[in-house]
Nanobody, 115 residues
Framework: QVQLVESGGDLVQAGGSLRLSCAAS????????MGWYRRAPGKQRELVGT???????NYADSVKGRFTISRDNAKNTVYLQMNSLKPEDTAVYYC?????????WGQGTQVTVSS
């Protein structure tokens, strides 16, 4: 079984910081590219960023310079550090495993940024 469990979502004021975690099981975590997506109210789901097995990262333009993805292979966990949060960052954030064995998703964690 593949399980991705996000945590850390919260209500935070604009300009604040938050760290999301995604704990993975059922995959060989160290081999997988992982990603964070988000779905803002009334908007399409978008890719926030990815991190490869060797730690290389890519980010959406909207979060570059503010968000950082990292991973701890010993803990089978990927993190999303979010700084300088803006109201437009309000969304449900989803952890994604690109595979192997298959593409899979967590259930999401709500991040709400108040102005």
């Amino acid at each position: 079984q593949v399980q991705l469990v996000e945590s850390g979502g919260d209500l935070v004021q604009a300009g604040g910081s938050l760290r999301l975690s995604c704990a993975a099981s059922g995959i060989i975590f160290r081999l997988n590219t992982m990603g964070w997506y988000r779905r803002a109210p009334g908007k399409q789901r978008e890719l926030v960023g990815t991190i490869t097995s060797d730690g290389s990262t890519n980010y959406a333009d909207s979060v570059k310079g503010r968000f950082t993805i990292s991973r701890d292979n010993a803990k089978n966990t990927v993190y999303l550090q979010m700084n300088s949060l803006k109201p437009e960052d309000t969304a449900v954030y989803y952890c994604h495993n690109f595979g192997p064995p298959f593409s899979s998703w967590g259930q999401g964690t709500q991040v709400t940024v108040s102005s």
